[in-house]
Each structure stands twice: as structure tokens, then as C-alpha cells.
């Protein structure tokens, strides 16, 4: 393997010149055998550094390169194509030179040491290759970062595209060449913008090297050069092919036997023209077979035509010795560039051209040249064919004729008009483009993808006709038209670019929409009152912003957007029957319910505040519900799907009570929050979501988890406490959760007792105790009034975060209320007249136990004991299983007796001598003991 410097050097500023050789004749081995990637050269790997160029502040220094690659891949009749690796851990490399890696790298600081301090080198290509078969093995692309770079011609800077176009030339084989308005022409100058196209020469280069499928519609034409005396071969004497137009088509250098061969030629008459490299391009920019170039004789031409499908043998061409001394033009070294239906003044340098003039050969009007000496004045027509012209320099003792040096590009692009303007996301609309400047083969994005052009549909063939048939240009004068196929890209508005042959690129901003059908499942309610205002919610998946919904014909009053799978209407005013739903993210893509709608002549109920709204999972909770537009006779339901209105649970107790308000008895609910869908006679229905939360009641030792899953929602447990409690409320934050919690204790009727904010009036630094992971009400003491209640525990976040966490509680019951001593020391008199009460309180299914004892010869006698209920359950049970009455029937014993309900207990106490009643007093100790409870609940 040889890596060649020979190849390095391959584009330099306009004055200077690189190595090089021709854009159709690739670099060769010793042998003679051409450089080319292996596999026909198809998919040729290769990596853009991610640092890009410093000069660029954005990612168009990608695409401008991705678009060179383009440029070469998109040849008809050749197989170069290339695949980009987008590796983050490849486009980080630097290391150029490994042969595993074909990179593209901006060299800042001169890193590499390619670019030394004054180096007028723009960019080099590394070629490796096998130095037997010429199969190419390595090729890297350095940009010099010394110089101004920039994707949009900035004046005073170079463009990345025209110069990554012209190295990934070399980075496939070839080099450079010697018409003056080819992409691979050996020199450039700022603000130059026509290499980012391929001219014909370049395009005939690579179909030679990397040839495609037969083409039969294209032929070649070979022959020799030679001297007119003598009949001796030329060596590398510069031969092209020139239309019948005057375009420069292809072009090839002789070899030591003065052999040519053109190819890529359509039929029709050719004018072959042989002239010297003694130009601007000198030998030493060309790597010619032994370095060697005969440059001492005049142009020469002969005519030929071609036929198709082969090679046509042409006449010796024949040339004679140049005069000395001789005209030559040796500047300018870049094209003259022209606009169609421009004039453009240039300015020539050379030997011998004070008394010159110009002309354009084959131009006829389309293109011409006037003027002589050094200041000449080149005209194209306003339909003159685009591609590259000669420029014949003739004066009394010869000529000279530099190849190419003319290049006519299209007027400025733009776009006028986009139709259709809008398609699915999908792709695979065919859009017209009509504008002006799209010359014959330009280049259309949207955004940044390259997008196919395809036939005109209304057409038998061909694209639009151009001047030459290609793809824009109306030879008519009338507004160019071009037809391209939508790519796949996600919805929403793209800009669409076009290039055109001049290398001018023209955005239009938003120009297409790609629009995304949505899909409408359900709407809910879906009935309404005939008056308007109702809040319709449309169900489904892939709505965009910016959503339209409309009711049949009528458009809603307002939409509010939520996601991609919800969207609520605002219903205006309508006549009552059945209504189409409709919902469209763009003109044409949208999707309906037939008669998703029914509009009755009823009010729509509207619920607005539900007091309370912490309610008890076992039921039986009343509550009021306030709002506006209630009926006699409404239903109620609990959890209703607010997509359909389907399921849920019907409140046993629907009370109409007026317009405004309703009073509801709730059935038993799970944990967790539920809306509540309220229906009219004739169905108008109105919702009011997060209505109520449905609590279970805890016991101190059980555990509670649940999620908070948005900012706005709420958990919460009732806790049965006894006042007077110690109580510490423990919230953790799960694993893996962000939930910033915030917990509020709160009393029967709903107001706080106390919050772990700060924020918070009830906030109590002494027991609120915050950290990272949990949040703590620390031995908090319950109020002592009322004696039993029955408080609510809310778990919400703090400042919007969710997250699953776990609530863990722990009680410290108050003495006074849970153990009475009857002490010896200071007995408890009962006297026959006035019996002795007691009141206990008690958490539910608790027990009480212990036992009583009698002095002055009188025993205890439970009278009764009434639960907070205010039943007797003395009576109502069998007491002898409970309470035992010692045999000398001076005391009472208590073993575990339920007390079921929670609340206060009142035991009534007397005594008895045996004959009826009789003073006494009374010792003893009587414990409740709350029920052993441990479980897990969530929500």
C-alpha cells in the first residue's frame, strides 16, 4: 500500500496552483491502471468530524458537505454512492491517517501539519491505494481552517460546498481538469459558488471510471492527435468535445500515442477541438503519464458525429506549430461566470492580446463574446443553454481557445408558487415547484433532506422542458416548473431549498406543511344542551396543536389543545338533532364521529364544587353539590370514563334541591380520586373531574401507599382519633421518585390542623420535619374537643413533582380517656339514688377490660352500657360471656368486652346490698384496648 503525496495537493487559491489530474481520468499506478474504489464504488463509507468548521456557527457545514457527496452519487449511469457514518464515537475521531476511517476533518491550528503558517492551500485529499490493482483503500479530506469559510457566500469567505464537492472528486479518483468551469478545475476564489455542480466533463469523468448499466442512448468518439507535418502523435495535447451549441461535453488528455477517447456523447455533431496546457492550467497542476505535455502547437478541430451504443473512429485530428510569439491567455484561472439574459465584462491576461479579439465558438447568439485586447464583454441570451463555453482569442498571427472558461448559470433562483402546499407525513405527494432559476438539474431540500425529483405527472416523459430537457428553464420564457416527491418527515412546516446549476441556493420559508391525519375514537359528553357552552372533550391520538374541531358545519367556539390524544371544544349555540364531530389538524386531515353529537333542549348540568371532598371508601358520606343548570330528577355517578361516560358507580341518594344544588349520598368508592358525571333527563350531562377522594379509614399501626401522578392530584386516609392523641404522620418517598410531598392533617369539618408548609398558617416548625426523602408531622397533639372525630390525612406535592410514596402512621392514645383507676386511696362512693357514670371512648372493635370491686358489704351492678350510638349493648348481649360476677358478689370483672363502634361509651354503675340497693363505694381499673391492627393498603 503507497499513500501518495502525489495526490495530496488538490485545490489551492486562484493563484496558485495543486497536483493534479483530469475530472474524467483518474489518478493511475505506475502500471496505468486507474485509481477506484472496489464494488463498483458503492456505498463508500465516510464520516464528518463533529467539530466542523470553527467559521460556522450552526450544523449547515454538514449539510453543505452532505450535499457534495450527493452531488456525485446522484450521476446517472454511474454506481458511486456513499453511506455516512454517524457515529458519535466515529465523528469524535481525529486520527486521519488510520486507513480504517475515510474522514472529513476541519484542521483549526494546523493540527495535522498539512497547513503550515501562509499556506494558500484550501483543502487537501489523502489517497491510499493498492499499487498493483489502483483500488483505492484510504481517502481522507482536510479542510485548511486558516482560511474564511461559509455555507451562504459571505463575501470574503470560501464556500464549503463548491470546495467539498470538487476534494470528494479527488476522494473518488479523480483530479483535476482542464475546463475552466468544471468542479474539478484546479482553482477557486471566494464567494464562488458554481463547483457545488458538476459540469457535463465531470459527469462524463465518472461514468468512465465507475460506468452504470449500458447506456444506449449515448455513444463515444476516439481518435489521435497529430501533427499536420509529419504526421508525429501529440502527447498530451487537451481534446474535447464541443456541441453543436458550443457546450464543452468532454474532455481527455493524450496519451504517449496521441490516443483519445470522448465518451458519454448523446447523437448528433461534434466539433473535437485539441489545443495546449499552456494556460492558467499549466502541466504541473495535471500528473500526466511521465510528466510530460507538448504545448508548441496551435488548437486545432475536426467535426465528427456520433452514433449510439458505440464508439465512432474519428479522422486524424491535425494540428500545427504555434507561432512564436504566440496568443495565449494565461488569466483568469476561474470562470467567467453569466447569468442567462446577462451581459458580463470581464477582464483576459496573457501574451499577445493587445490587438485580439473574442468570440464564442458554436455560441451563435445564445452566447458571444465581444471586445479584444484585455477588457472583453460575454452575453448570454435570456434561453441560452447552461453548461460551460469556450472562449476563442484570435489575433493576426494565431489563436487561442481556453476551454470552458465561460460558464452560463440560471437567473436567480426562487419560488413562487407550492402546490399542493400541504401532504401527509408519510410522503409520496408529488409537489409542483413553479418559479424561475431552477436551471436544468438543480437540487431541492426540505429543511435538510434531500428530496427526489420525479416526471411531470401530466407529461409522457421527462421532467419539465427545459432549454436542454432538463428539469426547469421554460425555453418559452414562462415560469419554470419542477416536480418532486415528499420524503417521510415528522408533521409540521418545512422550508423548501432549492440549488440550481449556478450552485445558487434560494429558500422558501414554510413552504410545505406536512400535515398528520388525526384518528378521532370518542367524545364525551355526547350531549349537550341546545344553548352552547358545554366543554366537549374529543378523544383519539395524533392531534397536533393548532387543532380545528366543528360541530357539522359550525366551527367550535373555542379549542384548547391538551396532548396528542385530547382536545377540548367549546360547543357554540345550536339547533337541537344529531351533529358530525370533526376534528382536522391541517386543511384535509382530519377525521369525524358521525353524529358524535346530539344537542337537546334541556340546560347542561354543570357541577362545580363537591363539600366534602374527602369522603370514606365504605360509603354512605353525604355530600352537597353545587353549580348551575340542575334538573328535577338527575342521575349521579362516581368514576365515570371521561372518555365515553361509561362505567362508574350511581349514588344510591340523588336529592334535588334547586338550579344549583344537589345532595348526593355517595356508595362505597376504592381509594383514590373519582369525578363525578351528572346527567339531566333528556342526557345532557356535565362532569366535574377530581371531584371527591375516596379515603379508607386507618388504624395506627397500618401503612398507606400510593402515587401522586400529577400536581393537581390528591390522596388522603381518615384516621378515627380520640382526642387529646399524640400523633406522628410519616410520608417516604418511593424509589426512583421525585415526589416532593405535602402532607395536611385535617379536622371533621374540614379545616386544618396542621401542614408540613411553611407557606401554610398551620405550619409548626416544633412537628413539621422536612428532609430530601420524607416528610414528617411529629407528635402532633389532636385537640381534646371534640373527644372523638374523625380526621383526614392529604398527601399532594408540594411544587408539582410526582411520584409513589409511603404513609406510615403511629399513635400515643391519651391515658386519661383509655385507663380509669378507681383507687383504694380515694374509692368512688355510689350511693342507691344516684348511680355512677362512667365515659369511655374507644376506637372501633376495641375492648375493655379489668374488673371492680365493692366495700361496706354492697357489690357493683352494671346498670347499662350505651355506645355512642346510645344503645344499650348490656342488654343487647349476653353479659354473663363478658362480665363475671365474683362468688362473693362483691366485685365485677370485664374480659375483653367489644365495644364495636367508635365514639363515646357511656357505663352506668350501681350497687346493691342484696336487699335492694345501698351506698357504697367502688375500687377498680377498667382499660379500653384499641384493636390489634397491621396492614398494608394502597391506593
Do not use: C
Not at 219 to 237: D, E, H, P, T
Not at 571 to 579: C, R
Not at 674 to 682: V, Y
Not at 841 to 856: F, M, R, W, Y
Amino acid at each position: 500500500m503507497t499513500r501518495t503525496r502525489a495526490s495530496a495537493v488538490l485545490l489551492a487559491v486562484a493563484a496558485l496552483t495543486g497536483t493534479g489530474l483530469l475530472a474524467h481520468t483518474s489518478f493511475e499506478t505506475s502500471g496505468g491502471t486507474p485509481l477506484r474504489w472496489s464494488g463498483g464504488g458503492q456505498d463508500i463509507s465516510f464520516v464528518l468530524n463533529d467539530q466542523g468548521s470553527a467559521d460556522v456557527p450552526d450544523a449547515s457545514d454538514d449539510l453543505a458537505l452532505r450535499l457534495g457527496f450527493h452531488e456525485w452519487e446522484r450521476v446517472e449511469d454511474a454506481t458511486v454512492s456513499f453511506a455516512e457514518n454517524t457515529s458519535p464515537t466515529q465523528q469524535a475521531r481525529t486520527d486521519w491517517e488510520s486507513t480504517n476511517i475515510h474522514l472529513v476533518l476541519f484542521d483549526e491550528n494546523n493540527s495535522t501539519g498539512e497547513f503550515p503558517g501562509g499556506s494558500q492551500t484550501l483543502a487537501l485529499t489523502f489517497v491510499s491505494f493498492n499499487t498493483i490493482t489502483g483500488g483505492i483503500i484510504d481517502a481522507d479530506i482536510l479542510f485548511n481552517g486558516g482560511f474564511n469559510w461559509s455555507t451562504d457566500g459571505s463575501n470574503g469567505t470560501y464556500d464549503i460546498a463548491s470546495v467539498g464537492t470538487h476534494e470528494i472528486g479527488h476522494f473518488v479518483g479523480f483530479n483535476h481538469s482542464t475546463v475552466m468551469g468544471a468542479t474539478m478545475s484546479p482553482f477557486s476564489i471566494t464567494t464562488q459558488l458554481n463547483q457545488r455542480s458538476l459540469s457535463s466533463d465531470d459527469k462524463a469523468g465518472l461514468r468512465l471510471i465507475y460506468p452504470g448499466a449500458e447506456d444506449a442512448g449515448t455513444g463515444s468518439l476516439q481518435g489521435q492527435v497529430q501533427r499536420a507535418s509529419g504526421g508525429a502523435a501529440v502527447r498530451g495535447a487537451n481534446v474535447w468535445a464541443r456541441s453543436g451549441n458550443g457546450r464543452v461535453l468532454a474532455q481527455d488528455i493524450t496519451d504517449d500515442a496521441g490516443n483519445y477517447v470522448l465518451t458519454g456523447l448523446e447523437d448528433g455533431d461534434y466539433t473535437v477541438v485539441a489545443g495546449p496546457i499552456d494556460g492558467a492550467i499549466q502541466p504541473g497542476n495535471l500528473a500526466l503519464a511521465g510528466g510530460f505535455a507538448e504545448t508548441d502547437f496551435e488548437t486545432g478541430s475536426i467535426a465528427a458525429e456520433v452514433s449510439l451504443g458505440g464508439a465512432t473512429n474519428v479522422a486524424a485530428l491535425l494540428v500545427t506549430t504555434k507561432p512564436n510569439p504566440p496568443i495565449k491567455v494565461t488569466s483568469p484561472g476561474t470562470p467567467i461566470i453569466v447569468r442567462r439574459g446577462q451581459v458580463k465584462g470581464a477582464t483576459i491576461l496573457g501574451q499577445g492580446l493587445s490587438a485580439t479579439s473574442v468570440s464564442v465558438p458554436s455560441g451563435g447568439t445564445a452566447v458571444s463574446a465581444t471586445g479584444g485586447g484585455n477588457n472583453i464583454s460575454v452575453t448570454a441570451s435570456a434561453n441560452a443553454p447552461l453548461g460551460t463555453f469556450d472562449l476563442l482569442v484570435t489575433g493576426a498571427t494565431g489563436t487561442d481557445t481556453v476551454t470552458g472558461l465561460i460558464e452560463v448559470i440560471p437567473v436567480v433562483p426562487s419560488i413562487a408558487s407550492v402546490q399542493p402546499p400541504v401532504g401527509p407525513f408519510g410522503g409520496g405527494t408529488v409537489v409542483t415547484l413553479s418559479g424561475q432559476g431552477f436551471g436544468d438539474d438543480p437540487v431541492v431540500l426540505f429543511d435538510e433532506t434531500i428530496v427526489a425529483l420525479v416526471p411531470d405527472p401530466g407529461a409522457d416523459g421527462g421532467t419539465d422542458g427545459g432549454a436542454d430537457g432538463g428539469a426547469g428553464g421554460d425555453p418559452d420564457g414562462g415560469p419554470d416548473l419542477l416536480f418532486v416527491l415528499t420524503p417521510g418527515m415528522p408533521p409540521g412546516g418545512v422550508d423548501i431549498g432549492i440549488i440550481n446549476d449556478g450552485g445558487e441556493r434560494f429558500t422558501l420559508a414554510g413552504g410545505f406543511t406536512f400535515g398528520l391525519a388525526p384518528v378521532v375514537d370518542s367524545a364525551f359528553p355526547a350531549t349537550v344542551s341546545a344553548d352552547g357552552g358545554a366543554v366537549v372533550r374529543i378523544n383519539g391520538n395524533s392531534f397536533l396543536e393548532g387543532a380545528t374541531v366543528s360541530f357539522g358545519a359550525t366551527p367550535a367556539a373555542s379549542v384548547s389543545f391538551i396532548d396528542a390524544t385530547r382536545v377540548d371544544a367549546t360547543v357554540p349555540a345550536l339547533v337541537p338533532g344529531g351533529y358530525d364531530i370533526t376534528l382536522a389538524n391541517e386543511p384535509g386531515f382530519g377525521d369525524s364521529i358521525a353524529f358524535g353529537l346530539t344537542v337537546v333542549d334541556e340546560s347542561d348540568p354543570m357541577p362545580v364544587t363537591v363539600t366534602p371532598d374527602i369522603v370514606s371508601t365504605a360509603g354512605g358520606d353525604v355530600v352537597t353539590v353545587t353549580g348551575a343548570g340542575f334538573l328535577a330528577t338527575p342521575l349521579a355517578k362516581l368514576g365515570a370514563s371521561m372518555i365515553d361516560g361509561s362505567g362508574g358507580v350511581a349514588a344510591p341518594s340523588v336529592i334535588f334541591d334547586d338550579a344549583t344544588q344537589l345532595t348526593l349520598t355517595l356508595p362505597p368508592l376504592d381509594p383514590g380520586s373519582f369525578n363525578l358525571l351528572i346527567t339531566n333527563p333528556l342526557g345532557a350531562q356535565g362532569l366535574l373531574d377530581g371531584a371527591v377522594t375516596a379515603a379508607p379509614t386507618v388504624g395506627g399501626k397500618d401503612k398507606f401507599s400510593g402515587v401522586i401522578s400529577s400536581g393537581a392530584d390528591k390522596d388522603a386516609v381518615f384516621l378515627d382519633a380520640i382526642g387529646g392523641t399524640e400523633l406522628t404522620v410519616t410520608v417516604k418517598r418511593g424509589k426512583q421518585s421525585a415526589l416532593n410531598a405535602k402532607v395536611i392533617v385535617r379536622a371533621e369539618d374540614g379545616s386544618v390542623i396542621s401542614s408540613s408548609d411553611d407557606a401554610d398558617a398551620e405550619f409548626d416548625p416544633l412537628v413539621a420535619k422536612v428532609s430530601a426523602k420524607s416528610v414528617r408531622l411529629n407528635k402532633l397533639l389532636l385537640p381534646a374537643d371534640p373527644v372523638a372525630s374523625r380526621i383526614a390525612i392529604e398527601i399532594t406535592s408540594l411544587d408539582g413533582s410526582v411520584g409513589a410514596y409511603k404513609l406510615s402512621f403511629k399513635e400515643k392514645l391519651p391515658k386519661a380517656l383509655t385507663k380509669l383507676i378507681f383507687s383504694k386511696q380515694e374509692p368512688t362512693a355510689v350511693t342507691a339514688a344516684a348511680p355512677l357514670e362512667i365515659a369511655l371512648v374507644a376506637k372501633p372493635n376495641s375492648t375493655v377490660s379489668g374488673s371492680l370491686k365493692s366495700k361496706d358489704g354492697v357489690f357493683p351492678i352494671v346498670e347499662a352500657l350505651l355506645d355512642p350510638e346510645r344503645l344499650d349493648i348490656v342488654a343487647a348481649t349476653e353479659i354473663v360471656e363478658t362480665v363475671t360476677v365474683a362468688a362473693n358478689q362483691k366485685s365485677v370483672k370485664f374480659k375483653k368486652m367489644p365495644l364495636a363502634l367508635f365514639g363515646e361509651y357511656l357505663l352506668t354503675l350501681g350497687t346493691d346490698d342484696g336487699n335492694g340497693g345501698a351506698d357504697g363505694t367502688i375500687t377498680g381499673k377498667l382499660t379500653i384496648k384499641p384493636p390489634k391492627s397491621k396492614q398494608k393498603l394502597s391506593e
